[in-house]
């Protein structure tokens, strides 16, 4: 079945500073990857659709300068947290898209990365 | 606006017990996906079960059964002979034609006490 990764899976690091946290599809191309976080017993949400060798598509009331999102590889998305501060604390998901014909494409989930500002 | 309720946070089963998740969604398209994902505590999202619009056939896969009902809008899912191993965070989403989005519930933790 098709494989997603992220690494790092936890990081901690210190207010002020970016962290960097990358998304791979392994054994297949995504044209599309999303990007979701998850504050602590809440739901996922949306932050932004990656699209290959195009500009990311942020959801609202998403800092498009906060959370840099880069996508320039059809098996590779970073998403980049810059002048992290402790509200930025969060698990982040991805996910990615097979890309297959009509409705009937599947997304699969990377196992998310736990990120601790410090 | 798509939108998924859960409306039960938290529910304790002893095992053995059978448990079912409520799913409502809202969507005004007719053509959408509806999805059941398990959260471990680990935090890896776990696919469940995918489900369209167009098809409402219930679903078994083992303990597993999902009842999908346009008629109210409901994708529930039951876990029958509830083992300790089923304790997880569980997601009902709703993605709709073009699949560019997931909308997420926000979770029924469950809990099965042995």
């Known amino acids: 079945g098709a494989v997603v990764s992220q690494h790092p899976s936890w990081v901690i690091c210190k207010s002020g500073t970016s962290v960097k946290i990358e998304c791979r599809s392994l054994?297949?191309?995504?044209?599309?990857m999303f990007w979701y976080r998850q504050f602590p017993k809440q739901s996922l949400m949306l932050m932004a659709t990656?699209?290959?060798?195009?500009?990311?598509?942020?959801e609202q009331g998403v800092e498009k300068d906060k959370f840099l999102i880069n996508h320039a590889s059809l098996t590779l998305s970073t998403l980049t947290v810059t002048s992290a501060h402790p509200e930025d604390s969060s698990f982040y998901i991805c996910?990615?898209?097979?890309?297959?014909?009509?409705?009937?494409?599947?997304?699969?989930f990377g196992p998310g990365t736990r990120l601790t500002v410090t | 606006a798509q939108k998924v309720t859960q409306a039960q946070t938290e529910i304790s089963v002893v095992e053995k017990e059978d448990v079912t998740l409520d799913c409502v969604y809202e969507?005004?398209?007719?053509?959408?996906?509806l999805f059941w994902y398990k959260q471990p505590p680990s935090g890896e999202l776990v696919f469940l079960i995918r489900?369209?619009?167009?098809?409402?056939q219930n679903e078994i896969s083992g303990r597993y059964s999902w009842n999908f009902q346009k008629s109210t809008s409901s994708f529930n899912f039951t876990i029958t002979a509830s083992q300790v191993v089923d304790s997880a965070v569980y997601f009902c989403?709703?993605?709709?034609?073009?699949?560019?989005?997931?909308?997420f519930g926000t979770g029924t933790k469950l809990q099965v006490i042995p």
């Open positions: 996910s990615a898209r097979l890309p297959g014909l009509g409705l009937d494409y599947e997304q699969y």
């Open positions: 054994d297949f191309q995504a044209t599309t």
């Open positions: 990656s699209n290959e060798g195009s500009k990311a598509t942020y």
């Open positions: 969507t005004r398209d007719t053509t959408y996906y």
């Open positions: 489900r369209n619009s167009f098809d409402e």
């Open positions: 989403a709703l993605g709709l034609k073009g699949y560019q989005k997931v909308t």
